[in-house]
């Protein structure tokens, strides 16, 4: 360049002395502010950044979220989302770019934890994990329970003094884990993990299991209501009874769980029968019982009576001597009866004989005819047929003859 052309006493920066400045003076200008906007561009790296843009209706400015920052949201962040966040500029010289770099950032109009909650509630809705017809009935008397709770909280307390006294037959083993703080879920859900594992794995048969806590505030409660643990609940072969809080506490392990308690006594409550209840029960089952024989054995005496009092059975032989009597009868009707139809066929035999006797040829002979038959045994009706010579034999009413032909004569 030639430097006559400008003017006298100006320095030349080059580009990226010029981006430094602007980089030092803008980081070191707005190293900590607050700026609210709505959230668009929302894209997460495989990197596990998360990266987007504040806009308002006039500008928009770049953004990110490192990911050691994103585990300390609680909320997922979304398009369409209008935020409050803290952080500072930064300038990526090599681009000539400034972003906004948030360390902080939180819904406007709901808390924080509300989101979260809406989003998980919704996601875990779309996958299924709150469908009636998954969930695991309760057993109807339990051998052997698990709490997965605090070992030094009022609720595990409450629940062993319930379950020991509405059913001291259950063994009931303890689980002791953090209910509240960093990990906490986490923590909550591997012991879910392990006590299924111990389960199907015939170490330590398990018939129900309780997992919850005592009341607090949403804050104190929220490893309820972490992804983690609705997972392990999910997953779990074990019917799980959801335990968390008050009454109107209502969290993401209430809605998975195979049954909601209201609070930690409800559900030792709900997981066990009342012995003396039960005993009430079956006494008065007992006596039910009882009565029930006694009617049945009072109208089976009383139809005994009845059958007693019967002709049949007081003169049992009557009715046997009335079907011999009847028998006799029937025979003499049939023996009559078989004696008409005998006669009646010999009367029908001697008319037909007397018929064929009439038409009997033998008849015919003993009136003084005779039948010829030639040699051949055939009937002899014509002198013609017949040669001198020929031997005939001839039938009579009584005998036959042999004769020769000597001579035959035609009419």
């Known amino acids: 360049m030639n430097k006559s052309l400008l003017p006298p006493g100006v320095k030349v920066l080059q580009v990226s002395e010029l981006t430094q400045a602007i980089k030092g003076v803008l980081e070191e200008g707005f190293a900590n502010f607050w700026v609210g906007g709505e959230i668009t561009g929302c894209k997460r790296h495989e990197s596990g950044h ?15 979220l490192w990911r050691s920052v994103v585990p300390r949201l609680r909320f997922e962040p979304k398009n369409g989302l209008a935020v409050v966040a803290r952080g500072r500029l930064d300038v990526y010289a090599p681009h000539g770019e400034y972003k906004l770099v948030i360390e902080q950032m939180f819904p406007q109009g709901i808390g924080a934890l509300e989101l979260a909650f809406q989003q998980l509630r919704e996601k875990l809705f779309s996958l299924g994990y709150f469908e009636p017809k998954r969930k695991k009935p309760l057993p109807r008397m339990p051998r052997r329970i698990a709490l997965v709770t605090s070992p030094t909280g009022a ?32 923590e909550i859900a591997a012991a879910v993990v392990h006590l299924n594992r111990l389960h199907a794995g015939n170490l330590l048969a398990i018939d129900v299991m309780i997992v919850g806590r005592g009341g ?51 559900a030792a409550t ?27 054995v009072d109208r089976a005496r009383e139809r005994v009576d009845d059958l007693g009092s019967r002709r049949a059975f007081r003169l049992p032989l009557d009715h046997v001597r009335e079907h011999e009597r009847r028998l006799d009868d029937w025979s003499e009707r ?73 001579e035959t004569e035609r009419e």
């Open 334 to 406: 049939l023996k009559r009866a078989g004696q008409g139809r005998l006669e009646r066929a010999r009367e029908r035999a001697e008319a037909l004989t007397a018929r064929l006797d009439a038409l009997s040829p033998l008849n015919i002979l003993a009136r003084g005819y005779s039948v010829t038959q030639d040699e051949n045994g055939a009937v002899v009706r014509d002198a013609g047929t017949l040669r001198q010579g020929d031997v005939v034999r001839t039938r009579l009413h009584s005998g036959r003859l042999v004769c020769r032909v000597e």
């Open 155 to 186: 609720a595990v307390r409450d629940m062993l003094e319930v379950l020991i006294g509405r059913w001291p037959a259950a063994e009931v083993v303890v689980c002791p884990v953090r209910v509240q703080g960093e990990g906490a879920a986490a």
């Open 270 to 296: 709900a997981v066990v029968s009342d012995r003396q209840e039960l005993v009430t029960g079956l006494r008065s089952i007992e006596g039910r019982l009882h009565e029930c024989v006694r009617r049945a």
């Open 50 to 64: 998360v990266y987007l843009t504040l806009k308002d209706d006039r500008a928009q400015i770049k953004a990110v």
């Open 216 to 266: 607090g505030s949403l804050e104190d409660l929220w490893a309820f209501n972490e992804e983690v643990l609705a997972a392990a609940i999910f997953a779990s072969r074990i019917p799980v009874v959801s335990a968390v809080g008050h009454e109107t506490d209502v969290t993401i392990a209430d809605l998975v769980a195979d049954y909601r308690a209201l609070t930690p006594t409800h």
